[in-house]
């Protein structure tokens, strides 16, 4: 079992930023892939950001050149620092653990984008 808590979300005007963090249970080092994903109201839940244990990393088209993933492996913790934001980045952004044989989701923190 994998436990995941995000935290970092809240209200940010247009143009600030915001790092979330998302804490495990367990150790992340072998963890195939994490990731953080976001849901506005009214549509699909979509890919934000994932990394692997090996360290490849990729990024939705939304968000490429604004949105860094990283990892602290000690810590058993995944960051996305969330900078030049959009109203239209305004969701629940939820941190995922893949271990190959299932996934597992953290509970959601609310990022609102609005001046």
């Known amino acids: 079992q994998v436990q995941l808590v995000e935290s970092g979300g809240g209200l940010v005007q247009p143009g600030g930023s915001l790092r979330l963090s998302c804490a495990a249970s367990?150790?992340?080092?072998?963890?195939?892939?994490m990731g953080w994903y976001r849901q506005a109201p009214g549509k699909e839940r979509e890919a934000v950001a994932g990394?692997?244990?090996?360290?490849?990393?990729t990024y939705g088209d939304s968000v490429k050149g604004r949105f860094t993933i990283s990892k602290d492996n000690a810590e058993n913790k995944v960051y996305l620092q969330m900078n030049s934001l959009k109203p239209e980045d305004t969701a629940i952004y939820y941190c995922?653990?893949?271990?190959?044989?299932?996934?597992?989701w953290g509970q959601g923190t609310q990022v609102t984008v609005s001046s």
């Open positions: 995922k653990a893949y271990t190959g044989g299932r996934d597992y």
């Open positions: 990394i692997r244990s090996i360290g490849f990393i």
């Open positions: 367990v150790s992340i080092v072998n963890i195939y892939a």
